[in-house]
């Protein structure tokens, strides 16, 4: 069993920045692929971003020239910078891991609004 911990989620004006960060309690190098999910109230939870254990990143369009998925795996972190926030990034955002099974950490609000 995988335990998946997000933090840095917060309230910030339209244009700002945030950085997520996800802390797996097992090594990230043993996963297939780490990243990021969002559900913004009312609609069905949409992927972000993927980094594989290879090093192949993906990013949905509507996130792309404005979301960074980095992983430091000495530490077991994942993170998400997030730069240009638009009111339409207002989500939760869940650190997803795909350990053969796939894995969901608590969620941490992210609010984009002036």
């Known amino acids: 069993q995988v335990q998946l911990v997000e933090s840095g989620g917060g309230l910030v004006q339209p244009g700002g920045s945030l950085r997520l960060s996800c802390t797996a309690s097992?090594?990230?190098?043993?996963?297939?692929?780490m990243g990021w999910d969002r559900q913004a109230p009312g609609k069905a939870r949409e992927w972000v971003a993927r980094t594989t254990r290879s090093g192949i990143i993906n990013y949905r369009d509507s996130v792309k020239g404005r979301f960074t998925v980095s992983r430091d795996n000495a530490k077991n972190t994942v993170y998400l910078q997030m730069n240009s926030l638009k009111p339409e990034d207002t989500a939760v955002y869940y650190c997803?891991?795909?350990?053969?099974?796939?894995?969901w950490g608590q969620g941490t609000q992210v609010t984009v609004s002036s």
């Open positions: 097992g090594s990230i190098l043993s996963a297939n692929s």
């Open positions: 997803f891991g795909q350990y053969g099974g796939e894995y």
